[in-house]
């Protein structure tokens, strides 16, 4: 394995990462700026009103895109294997 091909390797890992993980932090993100903003409005400080709607939406989020999550990762899998068969 020369070093160009660990570097192109490490590359479509960390890709790999950042599609599973995309959607889930920004889905997050959006959950938590809404509540964040009614917070404000209503002036309720309720520290648990922050993590219950975004475990629950993470939750759904996960739910909802593992079939995508397995097939990318699958796919991953079975390239990085073809490569090593080329050994």
């Known amino acids: 394995m020369t070093v160009q091909m660990a570097l192109d390797l490490g590359r479509s890992a960390m890709l790999l990462g950042f599609k599973i993980i995309g959607p889930i932090l920004v889905i997050s993100l959006a959950v938590g700026l809404a ?29 909802i895109f593992m079939p995508w999550y397995a097939k990318i990762v699958i796919e991953f899998t079975q390239n990085l294997f073809q490569l090593i068969q080329g050994f």
């Open 35 to 63: 509540v964040g903003i009614f917070q404000a409005a209503t002036s309720i400080q309720e520290m648990t009103l922050t993590f219950i709607p975004k475990i629950v939406v993470v939750a759904l989020v996960i739910l």
